[in-house]
Nanobody, 121 residues
Framework: QVQLVESGGGLVQPGGSPRLSCAASGTIFTIDAMGWSRQAPGKQRELVASITSYSSTSYADSVKGRFTISRDNAKNTVYLQMNSLKPEDTAVYYC???????????????WGQGTQVTVSS
């Protein structure tokens, strides 16, 4: 089995800078791309940021310049540093990872359970 567990969410004031973490555990051979998505009430889930296995990154226009995605391959962990938060960043944030459990497996995408980030004064 593979599990992705997010942490670091909560209530944040506008302008705050929390960091989300997502650790993958279980039977893991390799992790390819990892990412963060978010879903606000009444809206579709949107991809916020992604990072490849060689640390090439991409961002949604709405967070470019404010959010930074990074990863620690030794810890099977991906991070999302969020700066200058706005009320419209309020959402449940989900991490995902493309994981091969064994050398002969086809990579499969796994999701975390989500962590709530609420930006409010």
């Amino acid at each position: 089995q593979v599990q992705l567990v997010e942490s670091g969410g909560g209530l944040v004031q506008p302008g705050g800078s929390p960091r989300l973490s997502c650790a993958a555990s279980g039977t893991i051979f390799t992790i390819d791309a990892m990412g963060w998505s978010r879903q606000a009430p009444g809206k579709q889930r949107e991809l916020v940021a992604s990072i490849t296995s060689y640390s090439s990154t991409s961002y949604a226009d709405s967070v470019k310049g404010r959010f930074t995605i990074s990863r620690d391959n030794a810890k099977n962990t991906v991070y999302l540093q969020m700066n200058s938060l706005k009320p419209e960043d309020t959402a449940v944030y989900y991490c995902n990872a493309n994981i091969k459990r064994r050398s002969y497996d086809t990579p499969r995408n796994y999701w975390g359970q989500g962590t709530q980030v609420t930006v409010s004064s």
